[in-house]
Protein backbone atom coordinates (compact mmCIF):
# COMPACT_ATOMS: atom_id res chain seq x y z
CA UNK A 1 0.00 0.00 0.00
CA UNK A 2 3.03 2.39 0.72
CA UNK A 3 4.58 1.48 -1.96
CA UNK A 4 1.23 2.36 -4.57
CA UNK A 5 1.07 5.76 -2.58
CA UNK A 6 5.09 6.54 -3.21
CA UNK A 7 4.39 5.88 -6.95
CA UNK A 8 1.51 8.01 -7.22
CA UNK A 9 3.44 10.80 -5.22
CA UNK A 10 6.42 10.21 -7.86
CA UNK A 11 3.92 10.55 -10.39
CA UNK A 12 2.24 13.98 -9.45
CA UNK A 13 5.66 15.55 -8.62
CA UNK A 14 7.03 14.59 -12.12
CA UNK A 15 3.29 15.92 -13.82
CA UNK A 16 4.04 19.13 -12.05
CA UNK A 17 7.42 19.27 -12.93
CA UNK A 18 6.72 18.60 -16.29
CA UNK A 19 3.77 21.55 -16.11
CA UNK A 20 6.43 23.76 -14.52
CA UNK A 21 8.97 22.85 -17.46
CA UNK A 22 6.16 23.60 -19.98
CA UNK A 23 5.04 26.98 -18.63
CA UNK A 24 8.50 28.10 -18.38
CA UNK A 25 9.01 26.95 -21.97
CA UNK A 26 5.44 29.27 -23.07
CA UNK A 27 6.56 32.05 -21.29
CA UNK A 28 9.90 32.43 -22.79
CA UNK A 29 8.72 31.95 -26.09
CA UNK A 30 6.01 34.82 -25.61
CA UNK A 31 8.72 37.03 -23.92
CA UNK A 32 11.19 36.67 -26.99
CA UNK A 33 8.48 37.07 -29.64
CA UNK A 34 7.81 40.43 -27.75
CA UNK A 35 11.27 41.26 -27.63
CA UNK A 36 12.16 40.65 -30.72
CA UNK A 37 8.51 42.51 -32.01
CA UNK A 38 9.55 45.48 -30.01
CA UNK A 39 13.27 45.40 -31.61
CA UNK A 40 12.17 45.41 -34.82
CA UNK A 41 9.99 48.03 -34.18
CA UNK A 42 12.62 50.33 -32.98
CA UNK A 43 14.84 49.75 -35.92
CA UNK A 44 12.57 50.61 -38.68
CA UNK A 45 11.68 53.37 -36.26
CA UNK A 46 15.16 55.06 -35.59
CA UNK A 47 17.60 53.13 -38.23
CA UNK A 48 16.36 54.57 -41.91
CA UNK A 49 18.07 51.88 -44.39
CA UNK A 50 15.58 49.44 -41.75
CA UNK A 51 12.88 51.41 -42.54
CA UNK A 52 13.09 51.11 -46.44
CA UNK A 53 12.89 47.46 -45.64
CA UNK A 54 9.43 48.36 -43.55
CA UNK A 55 7.13 46.45 -45.89
CA UNK A 56 8.81 42.98 -45.35
CA UNK A 57 9.32 43.73 -41.38
CA UNK A 58 5.84 44.87 -40.56
CA UNK A 59 4.25 41.72 -40.99
CA UNK A 60 6.66 40.01 -39.07
CA UNK A 61 5.87 42.26 -36.58
CA UNK A 62 2.69 42.34 -36.52
CA UNK A 63 2.19 37.91 -36.14
CA UNK A 64 4.71 38.23 -32.93
CA UNK A 65 2.96 40.92 -31.66
CA UNK A 66 -0.37 39.79 -31.94
CA UNK A 67 0.88 36.24 -30.84
CA UNK A 68 2.89 37.65 -28.11
CA UNK A 69 0.20 39.99 -26.95
CA UNK A 70 -2.60 37.34 -26.85
CA UNK A 71 -0.50 35.04 -25.42
CA UNK A 72 -0.08 37.49 -22.14
CA UNK A 73 -3.95 37.85 -22.04
CA UNK A 74 -4.41 34.04 -21.75
CA UNK A 75 -1.18 33.01 -19.62
CA UNK A 76 -3.46 34.83 -16.65
CA UNK A 77 -6.87 36.52 -17.55
CA UNK A 78 -7.64 39.69 -15.97
CA UNK A 79 -8.13 43.31 -16.67
CA UNK A 80 -4.08 43.90 -16.70
CA UNK A 81 -3.41 41.11 -19.73
CA UNK A 82 -6.43 41.96 -21.37
CA UNK A 83 -5.61 45.74 -21.58
CA UNK A 84 -1.56 44.24 -22.87
CA UNK A 85 -3.96 42.32 -25.43
CA UNK A 86 -5.89 45.11 -26.13
CA UNK A 87 -2.86 48.07 -26.77
CA UNK A 88 -1.06 44.88 -28.78
CA UNK A 89 -3.88 44.93 -31.09
CA UNK A 90 -3.26 48.89 -32.08
CA UNK A 91 0.10 48.06 -32.71
CA UNK A 92 -1.04 45.45 -34.93
CA UNK A 93 -3.07 48.31 -36.65
CA UNK A 94 -0.10 50.31 -36.61
CA UNK A 95 1.98 48.14 -38.26
CA UNK A 96 -1.06 47.34 -40.87
CA UNK A 97 -0.58 50.99 -41.91
CA UNK A 98 3.19 50.53 -42.54
CA UNK A 99 2.01 47.78 -44.98
CA UNK A 100 -0.67 49.92 -46.59
CA UNK A 101 1.60 52.80 -46.85
CA UNK A 102 -1.54 54.79 -48.06
CA UNK A 103 0.35 58.37 -46.58
CA UNK A 104 3.23 60.24 -48.20
CA UNK A 105 6.81 58.47 -46.90
CA UNK A 106 7.53 61.64 -44.55
CA UNK A 107 4.05 61.91 -42.90
CA UNK A 108 3.94 58.11 -42.71
CA UNK A 109 7.14 57.88 -40.50
CA UNK A 110 6.57 60.51 -38.40
CA UNK A 111 3.11 59.09 -37.86
CA UNK A 112 3.44 55.48 -37.25
CA UNK A 113 6.90 55.85 -35.34
CA UNK A 114 4.88 58.01 -32.83
CA UNK A 115 1.91 55.89 -32.45
CA UNK A 116 4.39 52.91 -31.90
CA UNK A 117 6.09 54.69 -28.47
CA UNK A 118 3.12 56.16 -26.89
CA UNK A 119 1.41 52.18 -27.10
CA UNK A 120 5.01 50.86 -26.53
CA UNK A 121 4.86 53.16 -23.30
CA UNK A 122 1.06 52.16 -22.50
CA UNK A 123 1.50 48.60 -22.43
CA UNK A 124 4.63 49.62 -20.33
CA UNK A 125 2.57 51.46 -17.62
CA UNK A 126 -0.13 48.91 -17.69
CA UNK A 127 2.87 46.38 -16.52
CA UNK A 128 3.79 48.44 -14.19
CA UNK A 129 0.42 49.05 -12.47
CA UNK A 130 0.03 44.94 -12.79
CA UNK A 131 2.77 44.78 -10.27
CA UNK A 132 1.56 47.79 -8.14
CA UNK A 133 -2.08 45.68 -7.84
CA UNK A 134 -0.66 42.43 -7.50
CA UNK A 135 1.35 43.52 -4.02
CA UNK A 136 -1.82 46.18 -3.19
CA UNK A 137 -5.11 44.73 -4.38
CA UNK A 138 -5.88 43.04 -0.93
CA UNK A 139 -6.27 46.02 0.67
CA UNK A 140 -10.19 47.36 0.71
CA UNK A 141 -8.92 50.88 0.27
CA UNK A 142 -8.09 50.07 -3.15
CA UNK A 143 -11.54 50.07 -4.53
CA UNK A 144 -12.43 53.07 -2.49
CA UNK A 145 -9.88 55.37 -3.78
CA UNK A 146 -10.50 53.85 -7.37
CA UNK A 147 -14.32 54.92 -6.77
CA UNK A 148 -13.65 58.63 -5.13
CA UNK A 149 -11.51 59.33 -8.61
CA UNK A 150 -14.08 58.33 -10.41
CA UNK A 151 -16.76 60.12 -8.44
CA UNK A 152 -14.40 63.63 -8.51
CA UNK A 153 -14.68 63.27 -12.65
CA UNK A 154 -18.32 63.05 -12.30
CA UNK A 155 -18.68 66.02 -9.95
CA UNK A 156 -16.41 67.79 -12.39
CA UNK A 157 -18.14 67.00 -15.20
CA UNK A 158 -21.52 67.95 -13.95
CA UNK A 159 -19.95 71.15 -12.82
CA UNK A 160 -18.40 71.95 -16.22
CA UNK A 161 -22.13 71.04 -17.75
CA UNK A 162 -24.27 73.65 -15.63
CA UNK A 163 -21.29 76.66 -16.16
CA UNK A 164 -21.48 75.74 -20.21
CA UNK A 165 -25.03 75.35 -20.22
CA UNK A 166 -25.36 78.41 -18.88
CA UNK A 167 -22.97 80.37 -20.80
CA UNK A 168 -24.20 79.01 -23.73
CA UNK A 169 -27.84 80.06 -23.17
CA UNK A 170 -29.47 82.38 -25.83
CA UNK A 171 -29.71 85.83 -24.17
CA UNK A 172 -32.88 87.94 -24.02
CA UNK A 173 -32.55 90.85 -26.24
CA UNK A 174 -33.72 94.26 -25.23
CA UNK A 175 -34.72 95.76 -28.04
CA UNK A 176 -32.65 95.23 -31.62
CA UNK A 177 -30.07 97.38 -33.30
CA UNK A 178 -31.45 100.24 -36.05
CA UNK A 179 -30.92 99.90 -39.41
CA UNK A 180 -28.06 102.14 -39.82
CA UNK A 181 -26.18 100.83 -36.35
CA UNK A 182 -26.77 97.15 -37.85
CA UNK A 183 -23.66 96.16 -40.30
CA UNK A 184 -24.23 95.02 -43.88
CA UNK A 185 -24.13 91.09 -43.63
CA UNK A 186 -23.74 87.64 -46.37
CA UNK A 187 -25.42 84.49 -45.68
CA UNK A 188 -22.87 82.10 -47.51
CA UNK A 189 -24.59 78.86 -48.23
CA UNK A 190 -22.56 75.83 -49.78
CA UNK A 191 -24.56 73.76 -51.64
CA UNK A 192 -23.61 70.42 -53.57
CA UNK A 193 -26.37 68.13 -54.36
CA UNK A 194 -29.24 69.66 -52.67
CA UNK A 195 -33.05 69.80 -53.46
CA UNK A 196 -35.63 70.79 -51.26
CA UNK A 197 -33.58 71.25 -48.32
CA UNK A 198 -31.70 73.97 -50.32
CA UNK A 199 -35.22 75.58 -51.46
CA UNK A 200 -36.43 75.48 -47.62
CA UNK A 201 -33.33 77.21 -46.50
CA UNK A 202 -33.01 80.01 -49.14
CA UNK A 203 -36.66 80.75 -49.13
CA UNK A 204 -36.53 81.06 -45.26
CA UNK A 205 -33.36 83.90 -45.33
CA UNK A 206 -35.38 85.65 -48.68
CA UNK A 207 -37.91 86.40 -45.71
CA UNK A 208 -35.47 87.57 -43.72
CA UNK A 209 -35.94 91.40 -42.53
CA UNK A 210 -32.79 92.14 -42.15
CA UNK A 211 -32.08 95.71 -43.92
CA UNK A 212 -28.36 95.10 -45.05
CA UNK A 213 -28.45 91.41 -46.40
CA UNK A 214 -26.45 89.93 -48.98
CA UNK A 215 -27.23 86.40 -49.99
CA UNK A 216 -24.31 83.77 -52.07
CA UNK A 217 -25.19 80.21 -52.63
CA UNK A 218 -22.02 78.44 -54.38
CA UNK A 219 -23.10 75.15 -56.40
CA UNK A 220 -19.91 73.13 -55.66
CA UNK A 221 -19.77 71.17 -58.64
CA UNK A 222 -23.28 69.38 -58.00
CA UNK A 223 -23.76 66.23 -60.27
CA UNK A 224 -27.81 66.92 -59.77
CA UNK A 225 -28.64 69.05 -62.44
CA UNK A 226 -31.48 70.40 -59.91
CA UNK A 227 -29.32 71.92 -57.63
CA UNK A 228 -28.02 74.86 -59.40
CA UNK A 229 -31.54 74.96 -61.31
CA UNK A 230 -32.39 75.74 -57.43
CA UNK A 231 -30.34 78.24 -57.00
CA UNK A 232 -30.84 80.55 -59.99
CA UNK A 233 -34.41 80.39 -59.66
CA UNK A 234 -34.06 82.45 -56.93
CA UNK A 235 -31.93 84.91 -58.75
CA UNK A 236 -35.49 87.37 -58.65
CA UNK A 237 -35.74 87.25 -55.31
CA UNK A 238 -31.71 88.89 -55.04
CA UNK A 239 -29.73 85.48 -54.56
CA UNK A 240 -26.41 85.54 -56.50
CA UNK A 241 -25.33 82.23 -57.72
CA UNK A 242 -21.53 81.49 -57.23
CA UNK A 243 -20.25 78.69 -59.84
CA UNK A 244 -17.66 76.55 -57.70
CA UNK A 245 -14.49 75.21 -58.71
CA UNK A 246 -13.46 71.42 -59.37
CA UNK A 247 -11.63 70.42 -56.09
CA UNK A 248 -7.73 70.53 -55.60
CA UNK A 249 -5.87 67.50 -54.15
CA UNK A 250 -4.37 70.32 -51.47
CA UNK A 251 -7.85 71.27 -50.33
CA UNK A 252 -11.23 69.69 -48.62
CA UNK A 253 -13.61 70.47 -51.18
CA UNK A 254 -15.96 71.94 -48.16
CA UNK A 255 -12.85 74.47 -47.08
CA UNK A 256 -12.30 75.53 -50.92
CA UNK A 257 -15.84 76.62 -51.26
CA UNK A 258 -16.39 78.95 -47.89
CA UNK A 259 -13.03 80.36 -49.46
CA UNK A 260 -14.35 81.19 -52.66
CA UNK A 261 -17.65 82.42 -50.79
CA UNK A 262 -15.35 84.78 -48.84
CA UNK A 263 -13.58 86.26 -51.61
CA UNK A 264 -17.43 86.80 -52.73
CA UNK A 265 -18.84 88.21 -50.00
CA UNK A 266 -18.92 91.89 -49.86
CA UNK A 267 -20.73 92.15 -46.22
CA UNK A 268 -18.56 92.95 -43.22
CA UNK A 269 -19.81 89.13 -41.21
CA UNK A 270 -20.52 86.07 -43.12
CA UNK A 271 -23.35 83.46 -42.19
CA UNK A 272 -22.15 80.36 -42.97
CA UNK A 273 -25.26 78.18 -43.23
CA UNK A 274 -25.80 74.80 -44.04
CA UNK A 275 -28.56 73.93 -46.11
CA UNK A 276 -30.78 71.94 -43.24
CA UNK A 277 -30.66 75.30 -41.11
CA UNK A 278 -33.84 77.64 -41.18
CA UNK A 279 -34.52 81.36 -40.16
CA UNK A 280 -37.19 83.04 -38.85
CA UNK A 281 -37.86 86.55 -40.11
CA UNK A 282 -35.50 88.54 -37.51
CA UNK A 283 -33.11 85.88 -36.79
CA UNK A 284 -30.36 87.60 -38.12
CA UNK A 285 -31.30 90.77 -37.36
CA UNK A 286 -31.51 89.12 -33.10
CA UNK A 287 -27.94 87.37 -34.12
CA UNK A 288 -26.13 90.59 -35.38
CA UNK A 289 -27.61 92.50 -32.59
CA UNK A 290 -26.00 90.29 -29.51
CA UNK A 291 -23.04 90.11 -31.66
CA UNK A 292 -22.22 93.25 -31.80
CA UNK A 293 -23.47 94.16 -27.99
CA UNK A 294 -21.29 91.32 -26.77
CA UNK A 295 -18.57 92.82 -29.04
CA UNK A 296 -18.16 89.35 -30.89
CA UNK A 297 -16.35 88.82 -34.37
CA UNK A 298 -16.84 84.89 -34.35
CA UNK A 299 -20.12 82.97 -33.22
CA UNK A 300 -21.25 79.56 -33.66
CA UNK A 301 -25.00 79.11 -32.78
CA UNK A 302 -26.05 75.51 -32.30
CA UNK A 303 -29.70 75.67 -33.59
CA UNK A 304 -33.17 75.11 -31.85
CA UNK A 305 -33.92 71.43 -33.01
CA UNK A 306 -37.01 71.29 -35.10
CA UNK A 307 -40.40 70.61 -33.61
CA UNK A 308 -40.91 67.31 -35.64
CA UNK A 309 -37.67 65.90 -35.14
CA UNK A 310 -37.83 66.62 -30.95
CA UNK A 311 -39.36 63.15 -30.25
CA UNK A 312 -36.65 61.11 -31.64
CA UNK A 313 -33.35 60.72 -29.73
CA UNK A 314 -30.46 61.70 -32.20
CA UNK A 315 -27.47 59.21 -30.87
CA UNK A 316 -24.94 60.78 -33.03
CA UNK A 317 -25.90 64.21 -32.56
CA UNK A 318 -26.31 64.01 -28.48
CA UNK A 319 -22.91 62.71 -28.28
CA UNK A 320 -21.08 65.52 -30.79
CA UNK A 321 -22.94 68.00 -27.96
CA UNK A 322 -21.49 65.95 -25.10
CA UNK A 323 -18.19 66.57 -26.38
CA UNK A 324 -19.00 70.44 -27.07
CA UNK A 325 -20.88 71.13 -23.71
CA UNK A 326 -19.80 69.00 -20.99
CA UNK A 327 -16.22 68.42 -20.98
CA UNK A 328 -14.29 71.84 -19.21
CA UNK A 329 -13.04 72.89 -22.73
CA UNK A 330 -12.11 76.50 -22.56
CA UNK A 331 -9.30 75.30 -19.58
CA UNK A 332 -7.26 73.37 -23.10
CA UNK A 333 -8.15 76.48 -25.30
CA UNK A 334 -10.77 74.65 -27.42
CA UNK A 335 -14.02 76.15 -27.18
CA UNK A 336 -17.32 74.41 -28.17
CA UNK A 337 -17.71 75.05 -31.65
CA UNK A 338 -20.50 73.74 -34.51
CA UNK A 339 -20.59 74.83 -38.43
CA UNK A 340 -23.69 74.42 -38.76
CA UNK A 341 -24.25 78.03 -38.47
CA UNK A 342 -21.35 80.43 -37.75
CA UNK A 343 -21.19 83.78 -38.23
CA UNK A 344 -17.58 85.89 -38.36
CA UNK A 345 -16.32 89.05 -39.61
CA UNK A 346 -15.11 88.90 -42.73
CA UNK A 347 -11.52 90.92 -41.77
CA UNK A 348 -11.02 88.16 -38.96
CA UNK A 349 -11.12 85.78 -41.55
CA UNK A 350 -8.00 87.63 -43.56
CA UNK A 351 -6.60 88.37 -40.51
CA UNK A 352 -6.09 84.49 -38.87
CA UNK A 353 -5.05 83.13 -42.75
CA UNK A 354 -7.87 82.91 -44.46
CA UNK A 355 -8.96 79.22 -45.45
CA UNK A 356 -5.94 78.70 -46.89
CA UNK A 357 -4.77 78.34 -43.43
CA UNK A 358 -7.07 75.08 -42.76
CA UNK A 359 -7.04 73.90 -46.03
CA UNK A 360 -7.15 70.00 -45.09
CA UNK A 361 -8.95 70.60 -42.02
CA UNK A 362 -12.29 68.61 -41.45
CA UNK A 363 -12.96 71.26 -38.72
CA UNK A 364 -11.75 74.77 -39.80
CA UNK A 365 -13.96 76.66 -37.65
CA UNK A 366 -12.37 75.35 -34.61
CA UNK A 367 -8.70 76.98 -35.83
CA UNK A 368 -10.48 80.75 -36.46
CA UNK A 369 -12.42 79.78 -32.26
CA UNK A 370 -9.33 78.94 -30.97
CA UNK A 371 -7.58 82.21 -33.01
CA UNK A 372 -10.22 84.81 -31.20
CA UNK A 373 -10.96 82.88 -28.18
CA UNK A 374 -8.00 84.54 -26.68
CA UNK A 375 -8.87 87.67 -27.19
CA UNK A 376 -12.57 87.26 -25.98
CA UNK A 377 -13.96 87.57 -29.43
CA UNK A 378 -15.43 83.84 -29.99
CA UNK A 379 -18.94 83.04 -28.60
CA UNK A 380 -21.06 79.61 -28.88
CA UNK A 381 -24.62 79.98 -28.49
CA UNK A 382 -27.69 77.61 -28.33
CA UNK A 383 -30.43 79.09 -30.31
CA UNK A 384 -33.76 79.48 -28.51
CA UNK A 385 -37.09 78.72 -29.92
CA UNK A 386 -37.65 82.65 -30.10
CA UNK A 387 -34.38 83.07 -31.83
CA UNK A 388 -36.22 81.76 -35.01
CA UNK A 389 -32.74 79.56 -35.86
CA UNK A 390 -34.16 75.87 -36.36
CA UNK A 391 -32.23 72.55 -37.98
CA UNK A 392 -33.20 69.07 -38.27
CA UNK A 393 -30.73 67.17 -40.19
CA UNK A 394 -31.58 63.64 -41.10
CA UNK A 395 -30.02 60.29 -38.90
CA UNK A 396 -28.15 58.96 -41.75
CA UNK A 397 -26.35 62.84 -42.34
CA UNK A 398 -25.98 62.52 -38.88
CA UNK A 399 -23.88 59.39 -39.10
CA UNK A 400 -22.39 60.62 -42.04
CA UNK A 401 -21.04 64.01 -40.14
CA UNK A 402 -19.92 60.96 -37.10
CA UNK A 403 -17.46 59.59 -39.36
CA UNK A 404 -16.37 62.45 -41.62
CA UNK A 405 -15.45 64.53 -38.30
CA UNK A 406 -14.70 61.64 -35.46
CA UNK A 407 -11.06 60.40 -36.20
CA UNK A 408 -9.81 64.35 -37.34
CA UNK A 409 -11.03 65.32 -33.74
CA UNK A 410 -8.90 63.14 -32.44
CA UNK A 411 -5.58 64.91 -34.77
CA UNK A 412 -6.04 61.36 -36.52
CA UNK A 413 -3.80 59.44 -34.27
CA UNK A 414 -4.56 56.10 -33.42
CA UNK A 415 -3.31 56.49 -29.62
CA UNK A 416 -5.65 59.16 -29.31
CA UNK A 417 -8.40 56.70 -30.54
CA UNK A 418 -6.27 54.22 -27.47
CA UNK A 419 -6.36 56.95 -24.81
CA UNK A 420 -9.81 58.24 -25.53
CA UNK A 421 -11.61 55.07 -25.07
CA UNK A 422 -9.46 53.80 -21.82
CA UNK A 423 -10.64 56.93 -20.53
CA UNK A 424 -14.28 56.82 -21.25
CA UNK A 425 -14.76 53.48 -20.41
CA UNK A 426 -12.97 53.67 -16.69
CA UNK A 427 -14.86 57.14 -16.12
CA UNK A 428 -18.03 57.27 -17.78
CA UNK A 429 -19.19 52.83 -17.61
CA UNK A 430 -17.00 51.38 -15.23
CA UNK A 431 -19.07 53.62 -12.28
CA UNK A 432 -22.17 51.55 -13.83
CA UNK A 433 -20.55 48.57 -13.42
CA UNK A 434 -19.18 48.66 -10.23
CA UNK A 435 -22.40 50.13 -9.00
CA UNK A 436 -24.81 47.01 -10.51
CA UNK A 437 -21.93 44.75 -10.12
CA UNK A 438 -21.17 45.47 -6.84
CA UNK A 439 -23.71 42.67 -5.28
CA UNK A 440 -21.25 40.12 -6.91
CA UNK A 441 -18.16 41.72 -6.90
CA UNK A 442 -15.91 42.31 -3.47
CA UNK A 443 -14.86 45.62 -3.72
CA UNK A 444 -16.65 46.50 -0.01
CA UNK A 445 -20.02 48.73 0.51
CA UNK A 446 -18.48 52.18 0.71
CA UNK A 447 -16.86 51.28 -3.14
CA UNK A 448 -20.24 50.44 -4.20
CA UNK A 449 -22.21 53.39 -2.13
CA UNK A 450 -19.24 56.07 -4.11
CA UNK A 451 -19.75 54.22 -7.83
CA UNK A 452 -23.55 55.10 -7.03
CA UNK A 453 -23.14 58.34 -6.07
CA UNK A 454 -20.98 58.94 -9.30
CA UNK A 455 -23.81 57.34 -11.73
CA UNK A 456 -26.22 59.11 -10.61
CA UNK A 457 -23.87 62.62 -11.20
CA UNK A 458 -23.47 61.26 -14.53
CA UNK A 459 -26.77 60.80 -15.65
CA UNK A 460 -27.69 64.31 -14.21
CA UNK A 461 -25.23 65.85 -16.58
CA UNK A 462 -26.07 63.96 -19.54
CA UNK A 463 -29.87 64.51 -18.77
CA UNK A 464 -29.40 68.11 -18.67
CA UNK A 465 -27.40 68.20 -21.38
CA UNK A 466 -30.18 65.79 -23.57
CA UNK A 467 -32.63 68.14 -22.49
CA UNK A 468 -31.39 71.83 -23.24
CA UNK A 469 -30.20 70.49 -26.89
CA UNK A 470 -33.12 68.82 -27.21
CA UNK A 471 -31.82 65.34 -28.21
CA UNK A 472 -34.12 63.20 -27.04
CA UNK A 473 -36.98 62.40 -24.60
CA UNK A 474 -36.43 63.37 -21.25
CA UNK A 475 -36.73 59.48 -19.84
CA UNK A 476 -34.49 58.54 -22.14
CA UNK A 477 -32.13 61.23 -21.34
CA UNK A 478 -32.15 59.76 -18.33
CA UNK A 479 -31.02 55.96 -19.25
CA UNK A 480 -29.20 56.81 -22.81
CA UNK A 481 -25.32 57.71 -21.22
CA UNK A 482 -24.06 53.93 -21.10
CA UNK A 483 -25.45 53.82 -24.99
CA UNK A 484 -24.10 56.82 -26.18
CA UNK A 485 -20.79 56.02 -25.02
CA UNK A 486 -20.65 52.89 -26.42
CA UNK A 487 -22.12 54.28 -29.06
CA UNK A 488 -18.70 56.96 -29.29
CA UNK A 489 -16.23 54.61 -28.68
CA UNK A 490 -17.84 52.73 -31.67
CA UNK A 491 -17.46 55.65 -33.56
CA UNK A 492 -13.81 56.31 -32.93
CA UNK A 493 -13.12 53.37 -34.02
CA UNK A 494 -14.97 53.06 -37.07
CA UNK A 495 -14.29 56.48 -38.35
CA UNK A 496 -10.14 55.32 -37.99
CA UNK A 497 -10.43 52.84 -39.96
CA UNK A 498 -12.35 54.41 -42.72
CA UNK A 499 -9.92 57.11 -42.47
CA UNK A 500 -6.43 54.70 -42.70
CA UNK A 501 -7.86 51.89 -44.62
CA UNK A 502 -11.08 52.84 -46.73
CA UNK A 503 -12.95 56.10 -47.74
CA UNK A 504 -15.11 58.52 -46.13
CA UNK A 505 -16.95 60.42 -48.51
CA UNK A 506 -19.10 63.74 -47.97
CA UNK A 507 -21.45 64.37 -50.99
CA UNK A 508 -19.82 62.28 -53.07
CA UNK A 509 -16.45 62.89 -52.72
CA UNK A 510 -13.71 60.93 -50.63
CA UNK A 511 -12.20 63.18 -48.01
CA UNK A 512 -9.74 60.94 -47.32
CA UNK A 513 -7.58 62.24 -49.86
CA UNK A 514 -6.32 65.99 -48.84
CA UNK A 515 -7.31 64.99 -45.00
CA UNK A 516 -4.62 61.96 -44.95
CA UNK A 517 -1.94 63.17 -47.64
CA UNK A 518 -3.06 59.56 -49.13
CA UNK A 519 -1.62 58.77 -52.30
CA UNK A 520 -3.29 57.35 -55.46
CA UNK A 521 -4.37 54.04 -54.61
CA UNK A 522 -8.13 54.80 -53.82
CA UNK A 523 -11.22 54.66 -56.00
CA UNK A 524 -11.97 57.07 -59.09
CA UNK A 525 -13.77 59.99 -57.54
CA UNK A 526 -17.72 60.63 -59.22
CA UNK A 527 -17.51 62.70 -61.90
Not at 97 to 115: F, G, Q
Not at 123 to 138: M, T
Not at 258 to 271: N, T
Not at 321 to 336: A, D, I, T
Request: charged share 20%; net charge positive; with cysteine.
Amino acid sequence: MCQVYDAACKKSIAMIDHGTECYSTYMTVILWAFGVAVALELLMEWVRPVWRLRKWLAPVCMLLTAFASGGIALWRPNVFSVLIGFIGLYRVFNYLRLVEARMHERYLYLATRRTGLVLLGLQAAVGAGWLAWERWHESGSVWTLATLVMLGAAAALLASTLRSLNRTAWPQISGHLSDQELPTVSVAIPARNETEDLEQCLQSVIASDYPKLEILVLDDCSQIKRTPEIIRSFAHDGVRFVQGDEPSDTWLPKNQAYDKLVREASGEYIVFAGVDVRFGRDSLRQLMTLLIRKNKVMASILPWRHEQAERRFALPQAMRYFWELMPPRRLFNRPPVLSTCLVIKKEAVTHAGGFVAVARSITPEAFFARKLIATDGYSFMRASLASGIESSKASREQLETAVRTRYPQLHRRPENVVLLSLLMTGALLLPFVLAIGGFWLPIGGLAQALAALACALLIAAYWLMTTATRTGSRWFGLVGLPLGVMYDIGMQHYSMWQYEFSTVEWKGRNVCIPAMHVIPHLPKLND
